[in-house]
């Protein structure tokens, strides 16, 4: 669900398991997108990119699929680990105009 | 460590001080950007430099922030007259500066105004 002041959406997987983290983003204009995770106390920290003239990429356990229909990105997570757990973001870029950041989503990793 | 460093860490004042906050890009980056994070939320763009020109400014940054990066190498972020509302996660991010490449983020420094 929606994210209201500090509650974040949060996902809970069983380790092993995959998971997918899912992303509205807000302007169809946007051409570039990324994930990042960031840690508790720690900065955001890049996992993959995508570009707009692409509708999926592959990294090392990671995918991401980008729906420029329904203006929706997702992160694919395989066989999610416990040092997966952290709050997840993605982020979206205009020609021109800096990162912008949706809503994060908290993965927590059932051992 | 060739990553973003940022100084200090931790950062607690009184309410009205002046703070100073440094960014220390990764060397062959020659952008540089100052993010803000609150709690709960993710990170907002306040400020970035092309080398060493500030090219933009959020609205977020009201007068009493001030950013400079001299030598187009490492930056400083100064909050004048803090408020408790200045309460946050400032985050440093450099890139390359070519087109659609990602930002690498440092760890930030977190400032709590009592």
């Known amino acids: 669900g929606e994210s209201v002041g500090l509650h974040l959406p949060t996902l809970s997987v069983q380790e092993g398991d995959n998971s997918i983290i899912n992303c509205a983003y807000s302007?169809?204009?946007?051409?570039?997108f990324i994930w990042y995770k960031q840690e508790s106390g720690k900065g955001p920290q890049f996992i993959i990119d995508?570009?707009?003239?692409?509708d999926k990429r592959q990294g090392q356990r990671v995918t991401v699929l980008l729906n420029k229909t329904v203006k929706h990105l997702s992160l694919q997570i395989a066989a999610t680990q416990p040092g997966d757990s952290a709050v997840y973001f993605c982020?979206?870029?205009?020609?021109?105009?800096?990162?912008?950041f949706g809503k994060g989503t908290r993965l927590s990793v059932i051992a | 460590d060739t990553g973003v460093s940022q100084n200090p860490r931790h950062k607690i004042t009184k309410r009205g001080q002046n703070v100073t906050f440094r960014c220390d890009p990764i060397?062959?980056?020659?952008?540089l950007y100052w993010y803000r994070q609150t709690l709960g939320q993710g990170p907002e763009f306040l400020t970035y430099?092309?080398?060493?020109?500030?090219?933009?400014k959020s609205r977020l940054l009201s007068d009493r922030f001030s950013a400079e990066r001299p030598k187009g190498s490492f930056s400083t972020l100064e909050i004048q007259r803090t408020e408790q509302g200045d309460s946050a996660m400032y985050l440093c991010?450099?890139?390359?500066?070519?087109?659609?490449?990602?930002?690498?983020f440092g760890n930030g420094t977190r400032l709590t105004v009592t």
């Open positions: 991010a450099s890139s390359p500066g070519e087109l659609r490449s990602p930002l690498h």
């Open positions: 302007n169809s204009a946007s051409d570039y």
């Open positions: 995508i570009r707009s003239n692409m």
């Open positions: 982020a979206e870029n205009l020609p021109n105009t800096p990162l912008v």
């Open positions: 060397s062959e980056h020659n952008r």
């Open positions: 430099f092309q080398n060493e020109a500030q090219l933009e």
